[in-house]
């Protein structure tokens, strides 16, 4: 009531195929459980998931992935180690930053995938910026999607919503 504006991300895990029909889980962490890293002048990073300058993220995870929520301001600078070969990407939620000393994210809900190779990212935010790095261990398997189902083939998701629509995904209370 007194708060102001709520924001939230909600992010989704595609799992490997042997693991798809686990029971499914949800976490709640709360931000008081989630590590801190400077990471120079006007830059901090919570590690939500993953391993960041050795603080390791509050969230169990079933692959190996990195959530990382970076507060920069204006004028300042901040290197991410990234896994090398790790799938990874930038989400800026609001702000300026130069990625690598090439590219631009500038705005609003703005994403850039980065590449596998390498082993860090460079950031420098013209002004003040709010963004997630997101990684994680390639899977290495087909991805087939329809609305909220993800699956590894065709047959799979007409499983999936057939599952679903008959009820046996369990029912909302």
């Given amino acids: ?28 962490i ?20 993953g391993t ?5 993220g509050a969230a169990h995870t079933v692959t190996p ?3 990382f929520d970076l507060r920069m301001k204006a004028g300042s600078h901040a290197r991410i180690e990234i896994p090398e070969g790790h799938n ?15 590219s631009a994210l500038e705005g609003e809900a703005k994403i850039a995938i980065l590449s596998r190779e390498g082993d860090s990212v460079e950031l420098n935010a013209s002004a003040d910026s709010m ?3 997101l990684t994680g261990e390639p899977i290495n398997e087909p991805v ?20 679903y629509r008959s009820g046996r995904m369990g029912r909302l209370s």
């Fill in 131 to 133: 963004l997630l790095i």
């Fill in 88 to 102: 990874a990407a930038i989400a800026l939620l609001s702000g300026n930053v130069l990625v690598n000393g090439a």
């Fill in 1 to 28: 009531e007194a708060g102001g504006t709520f924001e939230m991300v909600q992010l989704w895990v595609n799992l490997p195929a042997a693991q798809k029909m686990s029971t499914p889980r949800y976490q709640g």
């Fill in 30 to 49: 709360a931000s008081a459980d989630i590590p801190v890293v400077p990471l120079g002048e006007g830059a901090s990073a919570r590690v939500i998931a």
């Fill in 65 to 67: 992935i990195g959530l």
């Fill in 144 to 163: 087939v999607s329809h609305g909220p189902f993800v699956m590894n083939t065709q047959d799979e998701i007409r499983q999936a919503i057939a599952d």
């Fill in 52 to 56: 960041l300058h050795g603080t390791k």
